[in-house]
């Protein structure tokens, strides 16, 4: 409904249980890494998040800042079957994003919808689950055997970008702890640094995390990682911006392009690219994928 303060409900969030009608999968949008990949999409089990970050564009596609949990969990998973099923002979991959527009592993205590996805991906063929967290929560899922149809996705950034914008989300070391428990068990682990901030020696500061990043864990062992600057649907950053956030974040110097809010083109190549540069120092550059 409408009228409604996303930031007030988000300092004391309420849990709804609704019940999900169709579709139950959406294809991802241009914003994400890989989009132009065949039979990739997000499915929303669970709506909102437990964190408050404040580049997150869920603060302006919904209108309530509370969570909403989908009873009806068996339909999601027999959507996925029946899109398995039509790619069934040409032997296409399904990738589905489980947590696009929440942080599942963040809730595991509350509700195990994390193992519940993970055990369905591990029974069928062709499909890979994309889980992502900022969650140090590994420990909730770390009695199961590792499964090569999930992708353990973490969002990790700056110590200094986390402390300045990553609200309620755990501090850097302690997700990097989890990562490091999830790779020594076997897990696919994806790493997005993303949104790349545009801040004061962002250069430095980004340089300095990879190096601080890579003495704890071992590039080699990671899956790809994923990075792109801050950008936002046009609708959802203005409905931000009509709420009076205080976030210096939504009054930089943006372009729109394709109902995308973004950085200049060339400010955002400038600091892919040489970022990319400083990361290769790291990881193979095949591993590297970057929005642009």
């Not at 949990?69 to 039509?86: G, I, M, S």
């Not at 591990?122 to 590792?146: A, G, H, P, Q």
């Not at 990682?225 to 609708?235: A, H, L, P, V, W």
């Amino acid at each position: 409904r409408s009228g409604q303060d996303f930031q007030t409900q988000k300092k004391s969030m309420n849990l709804i249980l609704a019940k999900k009608t169709s579709p139950f999968l959406y294809p991802v949008n241009d914003m994400v890494q890989g989009h132009r990949m065949p039979g990739f999409f997000y499915t929303t089990p669970v709506l909102n998040c437990l964190y408050n970050c404040e580049y997150c564009f869920l603060q302006g596609m919904y209108s309530s800042g509370n969570i909403v949990l989908f009873v009806n969990q068996d339909d999601f998973h027999d959507a996925v079957k029946l899109e398995l099923n039509q790619k069934n002979l040409s032997k296409e991959v399904v990738t589905v994003s489980i947590s696009y527009n929440t942080d599942l592993l963040a809730m595991e205590n509350l509700f195990p919808i994390t193992k519940s996805w993970i055990k369905f991906a591990s029974e069928c063929k062709n499909l890979m689950i994309e889980i992502r967290t900022k969650s140090s929560n590994f420990k909730s899922i770390d009695n199961m055997d590792s499964s090569q149809n999930v992708l353990l996705s973490w969002t990790i950034s700056p110590e200094k970008v986390s402390k300045s914008y990553e609200h309620l989300a755990p501090p850097l070391f302690q997700r990097i702890s989890a990562i490091q428990s999830a790779m020594d068990k076997g897990w696919k682990v994806r790493l997005c640094i993303d949104p790349v901030i545009d801040m004061q020696d962002w250069n430095k500061i980004y340089s300095e995390f990879f190096l601080f990043l890579f003495q704890k864990i071992d590039p080699n062992k990671l899956y790809d990682i994923t990075m792109g600057t801050f950008r936002m649907n046009k609708d959802y950053f203005n409905r931000i911006n009509r709420r009076n956030t205080e976030s210096e974040l939504y009054y930089l110097k943006y372009v729109t392009e394709k109902n995308t809010v973004a950085l200049p083109k060339n400010k955002r190549s400038d600091i892919m690219g040489i970022l990319r540069k400083e990361l290769s120092k790291y990881i193979t550059p095949k591993k590297i994928l970057v929005w642009d």
